[in-house]
């Protein structure tokens, strides 16, 4: 029993039919709602492999967020497609906070998106020569690897050594695109040169090594950075907190300090409050890849109060994977939430990456404020599915 496929072509409103009339026939059940799409069958080429119809998920509006940004600069009605009742409520009045205290300043301070192939030799003395020819030969391999892509940029080949073994991490500037698939064809391109040379020694190759740790969060992206490292940054006036969140700073402070130790005793990836619901919402609602939301929602959080009781509050993403070009982004819906935000397209990835690292930046400040003011139990019994 297969899928029903067409070789000729296989995305059109007929093999669409076909494929869920053939699950109907094996589960007894109706899909009704899988089946309504307004979009050509022939735009998800590419995307999506038996194609049957589309998950709907509801898309909330929250903001205006202001984000004074090197990229993106104004006020932002942001699209979060979620399932969880109260998030878009919540993202909602961190944003309105930080837009009564002047907006978010963002900053994209690193970019780069990398693949780690590994060469395994006879012995390590060979690996470490090998990584000495390696540097010697940095122009080649810049040379080979750019030939493939007319966007992708390498910029350095950082080394890793264990045993007779060693991992080049190819990292790479990749315009627009979030440029997995971009560095993947450029490395495998350098990688024939090397191979061809016949290093002495060289027992075993492998173009996926796992350093790259791609769609796994690690600890050496949260240091060396994959896809962007953006940084968001707000300072808010004690009076503000009081009024609109119904805490104040001292107590945000204290409840970040002993968040920071649960989050060590935890060994956890992130010392905030939820980064992974917003950028989720967005992936879905802009789409990103949603896989890499494994390694995009890890985030460090600091906060300060000032002597005059002001409350300095921070966010940083080491690892946002994010896109205006390709991938999911010029698809129907997807693209139209882009639009909205004047983020499809040529030149706006930055952008995009700034808007995002805000938006996380006021949903981990909502939330923090909601614990500390009793408020994060009743918005759910109020909002949320529990009510």
């Known amino acids: 029993m297969k ?29 009704n709602h899988v089946g309504h799409f307004s979009g050509d069958p022939e735009v998800y080429a590419g995307n999506i492999e038996h194609f049957m119809g589309v998950a709907q998920i509801p898309i909330g509006i929250a903001g205006p967020i202001r984000v004074n940004g090197e990229h993106a600069q104004g006020d932002f009605f942001i699209p979060l497609a979620t399932t969880e009742g109260t998030l878009v409520a919540s993202y909602n009045r961190g944003m309105k906070l930080t837009r009564a205290a002047g907006g978010i300043t963002t900053h994209v301070i690193e970019d780069k998106m990398n693949r780690a192939p590994v060469f395994v030799f006879d012995d390590a003395g060979r690996a470490r020569d090998f990584g000495l020819w390696i540097k010697a030969n940095f122009d080649k391999l810049k040379e080979l690897s750019e030939a493939t892509t007319s966007v992708g940029r390498l910029i350095s080949i950082e080394q890793f050594a264990a045993s007779k073994m060693r991992w080049l991490r190819f990292n790479y500037i990749c315009g627009d695109a979030a440029g997995q698939n971009m560095v993947t064809k450029a490395t495998r391109a350098a990688c024939q040169w090397i191979l061809s040379q016949q290093s002495e020694g060289l027992e075993w190759f492998s173009l996926a090594g796992n350093l790259d740790t791609d769609k796994k969060h690690s600890y050496i992206n949260y240091l060396h950075t994959r896809g962007k490292r953006v940084v968001a940054e707000v300072t808010i ?5 009081v009024k609109a969140m119904r805490t104040d ?12 130790v649960g989050a060590i005793m935890g060994g956890s990836v992130n010392n905030g409050a939820h980064a992974a619901n917003g950028l989720t919402a967005m992936f879905i609602a802009m789409g990103q890849d949603v896989a890499n939301i494994a390694e995009s929602s890890a985030a460090i959080v600091h906060a300060e109060v000032a002597e005059n009781g002001d409350y300095y509050f921070s966010a940083t993403i080491p690892s946002l994977i994010v896109a205006t070009y390709g991938g999911g982004t010029g698809l129907p819906t997807q693209r139209e939430c882009l639009e909205m935000i004047d983020c499809f397209g040529a030149n706006r990835v930055n952008k995009l990456a700034e808007i995002m690292a805000a938006v996380v930046l006021a949903g981990d400040l909502s939330l923090s404020a909601a614990v500390m003011s009793d408020e994060w139990v009743t918005s759910h019994e109020a909002l949320g599915r529990n009510r």
């Open 249 to 260: 700073a001292r107590t945000l402070h204290y409840q970040r300090q002993v968040s920071n």
């Open 237 to 241: 006036p004690n009076d503000y907190i």
């Open 3 to 31: 899928i029903p496929r067409s070789n000729s072509n296989d995305y059109t409103d007929q093999m669409a039919d076909q494929r869920r009339d053939f699950i109907k026939e094996l589960s007894k059940k109706e899909l």
